[in-house]
C-alpha cells in the first residue's frame, strides 16, 4: 500500500462502531479494510480496533475502526469507548425493522456521550437482499440467515431511514457489505466531512504549521526513548 | 461467547465489580479462553476508583445519602454561587486519585499485555511544601521539593548545610537495600521513617517534610523501611519513561481508565460485560453457584470473584474534589529541558501548617493539582484533590487548606472555586479471602500512590481460575492483537 505521491498531511481519526447484533458492522469494516467478506460470519471478538487509510486530494485520514466487541449488547460501552471518537458509524439491517430503533437509540446515546463535532453515519446494510440489488438472496453479513426467497426482503424504506438522518444531521448510505456496494464511499464521506479545524495529532509535513496539538507533548511514551528516537527520526 | 440467554452457559468465573483489581482480573483472563461474565451492580466503570461527570457525582451523592453501607459516607456537593462551571460531561472528577510510579509494576504489566496502547499517560511534575506566611503582611508560598541531585545542586530553597545532608540522604536510599545500608535502618524498620531520619540523618524538620511528602503517607507515619521502599521508587522511577518525571497519571480519571481499558480488552477476548447488573442472590452447590442477579437473569459459575465492600480496621481519610476557574499555570512548569508539560502537581501541607482562624491540622494534607491537560476539567479550569485523615473537623481543614493553597498560588488574582465534592472513604480489608467458589479480592486502597502489592491479589485470583500448573512468567504477557502501526509513513 505504499504510497509513491508526495507524503500529504496525516491524521488519526477514531472511529467507533454501533449498532444492533448481526446487521453486518464488521463485515462492513472487513470488506472497506481488506475487500474481504465472509458468509456467517461468527459475532466479533478478538478484534480491538482496525486501521486502514482514506486518501482524500488534500490529506490522507488514517482510521482506528473501534469494534464494539460484543458490549453492544448489555450497552455497556465504557465512556473511553465514546471519547474523542470523531465519527461513528451507526448501522442497521434494511431488513428488520428493529434495528433501525436501535440505531436511533445508538444515536441519541452518542448525541448522549460523544463529543460535540462527532459525525455521524447512518448506514443501511445488506442492501443485496434488496430488489434494488441484483438479487442475491443471501445475508450480507452479520451471520444473518433468515434471507427471504422473494428477492426483496427489504422492510425498512429508503425514504423512512433518510428522512431520519436529514432531521438529526447525519450521513446516510444504503450498503452491501457483500457486494461492496457504496462501501468505500461512506468512510470516504466520513473522512470528507471530518472538519480540517478537528484533526489531531498530524505528523509529516504540514504538522507543524497544522497547530499540533498541546496533548502531544503532555503524552508519555511507554515505549521507551528507543521508540521516540525511531518517531523523531521520522518526522524529520 | 455465549450469543444465547446468558442463563444458558456455565460461567467459568462471574466477576462482579469494575474496580482496579477485578478489571485487571479480567484484562489477565483475556486470552485464557474462560467463558467469563462481567457484572456490576453500578451503571458505570471503575466501582470505587470511577471518574464521574458533575452528573454522575450527583447522582452517586443522592445514592449515598439514601444507603448506608459500603465504603464512603458524607459526601456532598456545594457549588459556590460563581458563574464558570461548564456543562457537566466536561468534567471527570476521579474519585481516587492515584499517582503511579514509572517502576510500579501496574506499568509494567499495562506494556507486557498491551493495554498501555489504550491509555495516555501524562507525566507528574513537582511536588510542593506549603509554607504559612510568615509574618501578618506576608502571603503563604509553595517550595518546590527538589528530588534529584541536579535538583538538590540547583536549589536556592535549603542551606548548603541542609543540602548536604539531602545528598547523604539520596546516596543513601538508592543503595539502601545493600548489606551494608540495611544494617542502618532494620533496627528501624517498623518505626516511622521520622525517627529514622532524625536518628541517623540528624535532619531537621524541613528536610524531613521534603522526605515524607514524597512518600505521600497520610499520617506522616510511614514506616520506616515502607518509606524507604517508596523513596528509593521515587528516585528510580525519575527519568524511566523521560526526563523529569517520576509518576504517571492516566488521562481522563486516572485508575479509573485503566479498568475501563481493563474491561475493554475483557470484552474483547469474549468476555460478556453488563453494567446495571449485581447480585440479589445465590445458591451455593458442590462445584456451582446459581446467581440471581439484579436484572433479574439468572446465572450458574463454577467461581464467583467479588470486591471485598466491608470496612477494614484502618482509619478513614476525607476527601474534598475542587474545580478551580485559573489554570494555577505556575504549578505545572516542566523544570527540566525536554519533559512533557507535566499535567499533575502535588503540594503537601505539613501538619501544622494551616494558620488561618481554626484549628491547625494536626496530619499532612496532600493536594493533587490536575490541569485541563488530563482531560478532567475545561481549558482554563483545575482540578484540585485533597485528602487527608478524618478527624472530626477535617472538612473544615480541607476546605481551609484549599482557600490556603489558592492563595499561595496567585496572590494577586485568587483564583475562584467553582465546585466542590466532599465525602469520606473507609479503608477496606487488606487481605482476599476465598470461601468455596467465591474469592473476595481486599478492598480499595487508600493510599494516594499505586500500591504495587495489591496487584499479588488479581494474580493469585488468576491463578485460581486458570488452575492446575500455571506460569507466572506467563502472566499478563499477551502480544498486540492486530498489526501495530506507529508510523505513518508506509
Keep these: 500500500m505504499a504510497d509513491t505521491n508526495a507524503p500529504k498531511p496525516s491524521s488519526s481519526v477514531k472511529l467507533v462502531l454501533l449498532g444492533e447484533a448481526a446487521v453486518g458492522k464488521s463485515s462492513l469494516v472487513l470488506r472497506f479494510v481488506n475487500n474481504d467478506f465472509q458468509e456467517n460470519k461468527e459475532p466479533t471478538i478478538g478484534a480491538a480496533f482496525l486501521t486502514q487509510k482514506c486518501n482524500l486530494p488534500t490529506r490522507t485520514i488514517k482510521f482506528e475502526i473501534w469494534d464494539t466487541a460484543g458490549q453492544e449488547r448489555f450497552a455497556s460501552l465504557a465512556p473511553m469507548y465514546y471519547r474523542n471518537a470523531q465519527a461513528a458509524l451507526v448501522v442497521y439491517d434494511l431488513t428488520k425493522p428493529t434495528s433501525l430503533i436501535k440505531a436511533k437509540h445508538w444515536v441519541a446515546e452518542l448525541q448522549r456521550q460523544a463529543s460535540p463535532g462527532i459525525v455521524i453515519a447512518l448506514v443501511g446494510n445488506k442492501l443485496d437482499l434488496t430488489s434494488d440489488s441484483a438479487g442475491s438472496a443471501e445475508a450480507s453479513g452479520g451471520g444473518d440467515d433468515n434471507a427471504e426467497d422473494s428477492g426483496d426482503a427489504r422492510k425498512i424504506s429508503t425514504d423512512e431511514a433518510k428522512a431520519y438522518a436529514e432531521e438529526e444531521g447525519l450521513l446516510f448510505f444504503e450498503t452491501s457489505a457483500k457486494t461492496g456496494h457504496n462501501v468505500t464511499e461512506v468512510f470516504t464521506a466520513i473522512a470528507n466531512a471530518i472538519p480540517e479545524t478537528s484533526l489531531k495529532s498530524a505528523r509529516g509535513p504540514g504538522a507543524s504549521h497544522a497547530g499540533v496539538s498541546r496533548t502531544e507533548e503532555q503524552r508519555v511514551n511507554l515505549n521507551g526513548p528507543r521508540d521516540l528516537d525511531a518517531k523523531e527520526g521520522c518526522a524529520c | ?75 456532598s456537593i456545594t457549588k459556590p454561587d460563581v ?226 465492600e466491608s470496612v477494614g480496621d484502618e482509619p478513614s481519610i476525607s476527601r474534598l474534589v475542587a474545580v478551580v476557574d485559573s489554570p494555577l499555570k505556575t504549578l505545572f512548569e516542566s523544570t527540566v529541558d525536554g519533559a512533557p508539560t507535566p499535567c499533575v502537581a502535588v503540594v503537601a501541607l505539613p501538619p501544622g501548617s494551616l494558620t488561618t482562624p481554626g484549628e491547625a491540622n494536626t496530619d499532612p494534607v496532600y493536594v493533587f493539582a490536575h490541569s485541563s491537560g488530563t482531560g478532567e476539567c475545561p481549558n482554563g479550569q483545575s482540578v484540585l484533590y485533597l485528602s487527608t485523615m478524618v478527624t472530626p473537623n477535617s472538612k473544615e481543614i480541607l476546605s481551609r487548606s484549599l482557600e490556603s493553597l489558592l492563595s499561595a498560588v496567585d496572590p494577586d488574582r485568587v483564583p475562584q472555586c467553582l465546585y466542590q465534592l466532599y465525602y469520606e472513604q473507609a479503608a477496606g480489608v487488606k487481605q482476599s479471602r476465598l470461601d468455596g467458589l467465591i474469592l473476595d479480592l481486599p478492598g480499595p486502597s487508600l493510599s494516594l500512590l499505586m500500591d504495587d502489592a495489591s496487584l499479588n491479589h488479581v494474580r493469585e485470583a488468576w491463578k485460581k481460575v486458570v488452575g492446575g500448573a500455571v506460569d507466572d512468567a506467563e502472566y499478563m504477557v499477551f502480544t498486540d492483537r492486530e498489526p501495530v502501526d506507529d508510523d505513518d509513513y508506509e
Excluded at chain 2, 451523592?61 to 444507603?67: F, G, H, Q, S, Y
Excluded at chain 2, 464558570?84 to 517502576?103: D, E, K, M, V, W
Excluded at chain 2, 512518600?215 to 523529569?244: K, Y
Excluded at chain 2, 477476548?269 to 462445584?287: H, W
Design chain 2, 1 to 75: 461467547m455465549a450469543m444465547g440467554s446468558i442463563g444458558d452457559t456455565l460461567w467459568d468465573v462471574v466477576i462482579c465489580g469494575t474496580g482496579l483489581q477485578q478489571s485487571l482480573l479480567a484484562l489477565s483472563l483475556s486470552r485464557s479462553g474462560k467463558n467469563i461474565l462481567h457484572i456490576d451492580p453500578n451503571d458505570y466503570y471503575g466501582g470505587a476508583e470511577a471518574a464521574f461527570s458533575l452528573q454522575e457525582a450527583e447522582s452517586w451523592v443522592d445514592r449515598l445519602a439514601t444507603e448506608d453501607k459500603g465504603l464512603f459516607r458524607s459526601a
Design chain 2, 83 to 308: 458563574v464558570g462551571l461548564s456543562f457537566p460531561r466536561a468534567y471527570s472528577l476521579a474519585l481516587a486519585p492515584q499517582l503511579i510510579h514509572a517502576r510500579s509494576e501496574l506499568l509494567s504489566q499495562l506494556v507486557s499485555s498491551r493495554a498501555y496502547r489504550q491509555v495516555e499517560f501524562l507525566a507528574v511534575g513537582s511536588f510542593y511544601i506549603f509554607k504559612a506566611p510568615v509574618g501578618p503582611e506576608q502571603q503563604p508560598s509553595l517550595v518546590r521539593i527538589p528530588s534529584t541531585r541536579e535538583d538538590v545542586f540547583s536549589t536556592t530553597a535549603i542551606s548548603a548545610k541542609a543540602k548536604r545532608g539531602l545528598m547523604k540522604f539520596l546516596r543513601f536510599v538508592l543503595d539502601y537495600d545493600s548489606p551494608e545500608q540495611r544494617d542502618a535502618w532494620k533496627p528501624f524498620a517498623d518505626k516511622p521513617l521520622v525517627d529514622f531520619l532524625q536518628e541517623h540523618f540528624k535532619m531537621d524538620t524541613e528536610l524531613k517534610t521534603y522526605i515524607i511528602t514524597l512518600t505521600l503517607s497520610l499520617d506522616g507515619r510511614i514506616t520506616t523501611e515502607d518509606g524507604l521502599f517508596i523513596v528509593h521508587r521515587h528516585l528510580t522511577s525519575m527519568g524511566h519513561f523521560g526526563p523529569g518525571f517520576a509518576a504517571l497519571y492516566p488521562k481522563w480519571g486516572g485508575i479509573s481508565e485503566i479498568a475501563q481499558v481493563a474491561c475493554r480488552a475483557g470484552a474483547v477476548g469474549g468476555a460478556v460485560y453488563m453494567l446495571g447488573a449485581g447480585i440479589k442472590s445465590m445458591e451455593t452447590a458442590t462445584d456451582e453457584i446459581e446467581l440471581e442477579l439484579t436484572s433479574g437473569d439468572k446465572v450458574k459459575t463454577k467461581l464467583l470473584v467479588r470486591g471485598d
